[in-house]
Structure formats: C-alpha cells, structure tokens
C-alpha cells in the first residue's frame, strides 16, 4: 500500500453529527470542571516544580521532540500533522484516574489537568501552527487550509475554556446540586460521547481498517516517547517518584477527543490526521493503563499527597 495515500482520505463526519461532538466535548469539560477548584490552580503557586516540570514537557519537550521524529520517520504528511496535533493537546481527563492507580501524586496531576485545559487556550494553536509550519511536509497542509491559529484559539475557548468556568461556577455556588448530578451527568456525557464517536467511526469504518496499520506502529512509538519524556524530565529535575509518575502519566495522555475535534473542523476529517487522533484516543489507555498496572505493583514508600 502506498503510505501516502492516506493524504487524499477525507473522512465523512456530517455537519450535525459534528456540532454533537463539539457540544458533548463541552459538556464534558463543564462535568469535569464540577470538581475542580481554584485549590487546583494555586497549588501550583505553593508548590511549583512538579506541576511546572510537568506542564513545560507538556508544552514545550513532547511538541519539540515530536517534530523531531516527524522529521525522521517515513511517513506520510498527514500523519505527521496529526502526530504535531496530538502533541499540542493538553493532558486528558484520564490521567488523573491512572495516576492514582499507579500510586502517583493524585493532587500534582489534578492540578497539571487543570492548569494545561486552560493553557491549551493558547499553547495548543500555537504549538500546532509553529511545529507544522516548520515541517516542510506537513506546511503545505496547513497553507492549503489557511490555518488561522486565531480560530482554532475561538474554537478551544468555546469546547474547553468556556463549559471549564461555568462547571466550577456551578461548584462553587450549588455544591449541594453537583452532589446530586455529578456522577450522573458524568456517566450521560460519557455515553453520548461515544455513541457520537462510534457513528463516525462506523461511516468510516472502510478507511479505519485499510488504514489504521499504518498509524498504530507510530503510535505506539509516539506514545511511549511521550510518557518516556514525562518520566525522565521528572527524573532530571530529582522530583520525588509520586511527583514523577504524576508527570509521566500527564504527558503520555492527551486529550484526543480535542484533537478529533480540531481535525474536523478546520482540517476536513483529512485522513492521517483524523486516523492517527482516533487512534491515539485508543491506545494511551492501553499504555496509561499497562504503566499504571505496572506501577502499582511497585508501591512506593512516601506517605500520599
């Protein structure tokens, strides 16, 4: 198979069925951001390494290293892109569950959650435009399609920023109600999201096994470089092993269903893309939840945070 014919895929997701998933992607930012407080934020002001090493391999390593191997790897433009894209997303929602069964820094990985969702306001269009113009490969994408990181900030405000502040508006001033919706809103958000996500992927379902060979061996490589960076960064800056697992975990799992997002709307479901988004949605949690096994066989002496 050629591998760059994937280049010529657009995959097919209706207007309608995108403007679900924009809005299931926003409800399900504003159940996470009930649980959320300002404590999220500020504790990275009482405490600032970890979170800090943490969000600048986040932001600033794992985009740059993935750029790197954008360079080296025989792959086709778009997959390149959607590597660059992953990679400027924030840390998933995920993250915090596996961090606690890895028996890493539940409060250091909240907080990084917390504090990338709201950087990746900005950082995410940045890292996208700045990292994929550099690549002569994957450039001509994004010339083609007039990548106006302006928008894709409007667009990141509206799914994320947004529903972030009013679910911690709604926390802060009707706990008793968030007590009585949090899980069920949680669960219905959750439902919705994948019956949104396993329509598009049965419309698609064709070009997702023709094409889904070519993207999981990178992947897979891609994934474990991005929790290798998160683990050694926090090795190198001598952070205690909670504080590192933390770390690793964060950078390993992004926010796929963001990416997904962003690859419809302004990229046209273009196929590397659009595939190697999906995928990645798919295996983080296969290797977050592997490392987090691994991990919680290995308990570690410090008392928790």
Known sequence: MDATAIDAVRLNFNPSGLLTLNAVIGLMMFGIALDLK???????????????????????????????????LPIAPSIALGM????????????????????????VSVSMTAVSTAAAVVMTPLNLAVWGSLNPRT????????????????????ILGIPMALGMIVGRFFPNLVERIRKPFKIFAVIVFMAVVG????A????????????????????????????WSGRAAKLPPRDTRAV???VGIQNAA??????????GGLGGMAIITAWWGVWHIIAGLTLAFFWSRRPLPEATA
């Not at 001509?140 to 894709?152: A, K, T």
């Open 199 to 202: 329509g598009a992927l049965a």
């Open 38 to 72: 300002p404590a999220d934020f500020t504790r990275i002001l009482k405490q600032p390494k970890a979170p800090a090493i943490g969000l600048a391999t986040q932001f600033i390593l794992l985009p740059a290293f993935t750029f790197l191997l954008t360079l080296v």
């Open 139 to 158: 450039e001509p994408i994004l010339r083609e399609v007039s990548l106006n990181p302006l928008d894709v900030f409007v667009t990141i405000v509206m």
């Open 258 to 267: 963001l990416g997904l997002i962003l690859v419809f709307d302004f990229f």
């Open 204 to 231: 698609n379902w064709n070009n997702f096994l023709k094409y889904v060979g070519l993207v999981a061996l990178v992947v897979a490589l891609h994934n474990a470089c991005a929790l290798s960076i998160g683990y």
């Open 84 to 107: 660059i894209l992953v990679a400027a997303c924030p840390g998933g929602n995920l993250s915090n569950m596996m961090t606690y069964l890895a028996g890493g820094n539940s409060a």
């Open 248 to 250: 690793a975990i964060e």
